[in-house]
């Protein structure tokens, strides 16, 4: 395997501090760069969960239902709960300004969990950091 180190500005970022360079070109293989416009709805609170999506740029709004809980910032990951608990989508989340993103389909987002123990934990504690908030 050849030594491939992520761009700085993403391995800064809080999801991907607690993996190693390998383990972050490895997600950021598995995953699809995605751009959404300002306004746009990447999860609909009720739907069941199709993909994960990391934020690498822009700012994400949550909403439950019509009011405002959070505003997220790059190297947070959204998606993530639905898939880990097959539950249905918690909140809305959509784009607050331009967005680029890493999208991580369900099946892809499994095999990371599965084959890095790093990445797993990393998601384990993003869901626990966001229920002991509320």
Do not use: C
């Amino acid at each position: 395997m050849k030594n491939v180190s992520p761009p700085p500005e993403i391995a800064k970022l809080p999801l991907f501090r607690q993996l190693s360079a390998e383990e972050t070109a490895k997600v950021l293989r598995y995953g699809r760069r995605v751009t959404f416009p300002q306004g746009w709805p990447l999860i609909s609170e009720g739907t069941p969960g199709d993909a994960a999506y990391i934020l690498l740029e822009g700012q994400l709004t949550v909403w439950l239902g019509r009011e405002l809980v959070a505003t997220l910032d790059p190297g947070t990951i959204v998606g993530e709960t639905s898939l880990q608990q097959d539950t249905l989508r918690a909140a809305t989340v959509s784009a607050a300004t331009p967005v680029l993103a890493l999208r991580l389909s369900s099946r892809k987002f499994g095999r990371l969990v599965a084959k890095l123990p790093a990445f797993a934990r990393a998601v384990d504690e993003a869901i626990a950091g966001r229920t002991t908030r509320d």
